[in-house]
Structures are given as C-alpha cells and as structure tokens.
C-alpha cells in the first residue's frame, strides 16, 4: 500500500472513530520545497504527528498552524516561506502553500434510563438532530424499538468499570442520569466522577439529591472537585413537570453549557 492510500486509510479510521485530529496538505509549491503537491501530514491536538510534509522548518510551520487550527476549529490555507536554512537544519527555500482542514470529534448526549423522560428527551434530539446514547439495565427499557434512532442501546449493569472504561465516554459526552431508582443514580453517578464528561445532569428532588450525595461522600467519594460539573437536581427552572417539559428543561440547560450561554430570557438581554 502506497504512502497516499495508507493515509487516506489513516483519515477514514481516525473519522470513524470520531478523533479529534487535523490534516495538513501541501497544495502547491515552488522548487526547492522538500516535498511535492499532495504531500499530507496528520497533526493531533498533542502535537504529535503521522507522515510527513518534508521535515525541517516546513514541517514546523505545519504543525504549528495545524495545532492553531485546531483550537480555533477552522480549517485554513496558509503561504509558507522556507528559508534557506530553517532552525531544523533542512537546506533548501521555496515557497508551500498549505491547506489545513480539521476534523473535530462531535458532542453527544448519554442518558443512562429509556423511562419515561429519556424517551421523551430522545424524541427530542430525534428533533434537533443531536446524537445520543440510551443505557438502562431493564432490557425492557433500552430496545432498538423503543429508541431506534439512537446511535447506541444497550441494557448494562450500572457497574463502575462498564461505565468508565467500556461506554466511550469523554469530554464531549454530555450525560444525563434519569434511572428508575435512586441507588442506580447514585451508581452512575459515582462512576461518571471518573469521566471526562463535562456535564453530569441526575434527577431528583433536594431532598433526594441530598441523600446521594451524603451517600457519596459517606463512600469517600470526591464530589468537590468535579463540582463544576455536576448538575442536579438536572434542568433549568422553567415550570412544569411532565415528562416533555422536563426533557425540554434538561435540554435548555444542557445547551446552555456547551454553547456557553446565560440561561436568561433574551428580553432581558436587549434591555
């Protein structure tokens, strides 16, 4: 397999398992640039690489731009001048121009509990289009039939290592913890601490959310520095108590989080 289709194998694993990573392409260049148009290089958020542009002070300049890019979330053409020794040693001048398109992981939604309010946030993101996850541990729950949108279903123990290392969960995994009991939120709670998540939305009452938490605490749990994290009891207030209008709460704050916003009435914000 030669060079270009290995990477372009590279590129549709990295995308199927929706890494977070950025792809570097020489474009076009003049004579005495290292490497040739069509040249790619893949550059991750860490800063290490796979394949090559050329080495030397072109690479740099790639990699530098690609990480740039990355934080920013836009891809983006560049001109890079070569000088006749870059600080890598590579002996040669010339100009590149270079193409760099990122591929960003997408956000997702986890609810661990297919009752009542999960079925009712799913029909939702059905609506919007988000992606989300459904995990219960009543097979009965947690059916392809019941949710057959979702992009995982699966019936699971609320266990520790299930949840930590076998769900997939990281920093965009938004979770949502509506199961049928207060131990099993108290259990999936416990684990997602553990997690990446950013947000960690459980169900209940004060004085539920009261007792898991002296529960945790009781078990030496560290709760305080996940803190910022943790959303319960879940949802913004916004009146009402179905199912749907506490699915539209949980969703209005979930948003509120990723997209960085006040949760106040844009009234309010024009006045």
């Known amino acids: 397999m030669n060079q270009k ?21 020489v474009v076009s260049a003049t004579e005495g640039t290292p490497r040739g148009t069509g040249t790619r290089m893949i550059v991750y958020p860490g800063g290490e690489t796979e394949f090559t542009v050329g080495g030397g ?6 990699k530098k731009k690609a990480l740039k890019a ?6 983006t053409l560049i001109n890079a001048e070569l000088k006749l020794k870059g600080n890598a040693g590579m002996v ?10 990122v591929f960003k992981s997408s956000s997702e939604v986890v609810i661990f509990g297919g009752g009542h309010i999960g079925l009712a ?14 995990f219960d541990n009543r097979e009965d729950f947690c059916s392809k039939e019941r949710f057959p949108n979702a992009a995982g279903v699966s019936s699971v ?10 769900l997939n969960i990281g920093d965009k995994s938004y979770c949502v913890i509506v199961t ?3 131990m099993g939120d108290k259990k999936v709670l416990k684990s997602l601490l553990k997690t990446k998540a950013p947000y960690i939305g459980m169900i209940g009452s004060g004085n539920k959310v009261k007792a898991v938490m002296d529960m945790l ?4 749990v560290d709760i305080k520095s996940a803190q910022e994290r943790i959303f319960t009891p879940i949802g913004l207030d916004i009146g009402g108590d179905t199912p749907e209008e506490i699915a539209i709460s949980i969703i209005a704050e979930i948003f509120k989080i990723k997209n960085g916003g006040s949760g106040k009435s844009i009234k309010d914000k024009v006045e």
């Not at 605490?217 to 030496?220: G, K, V």
Request: charge should be negative.
């Open 92 to 101: 040669c001048g010339g100009e590149a121009e270079l193409y760099i398109e």
């Open 70 to 75: 990355l934080k920013e979330g836009e891809d």
């Open 180 to 182: 049928h009991g207060h």
């Open 57 to 62: 002070n072109l690479e740099e300049i790639a």
């Open 5 to 25: 289709s290995q990477i372009f194998k590279k590129i549709a694993q990295l995308s199927e398992a929706e890494k977070e990573f950025a792809v570097v392409t």
């Open 157 to 166: 123990e609320y266990g520790d290592k299930i949840i930590t290392e076998g």
């Open 217 to 220: 605490a009781a078990e030496n």
């Open 121 to 134: 946030l799913a029909g939702f993101f059905d609506i919007l289009g988000v992606k989300y996850r459904i």
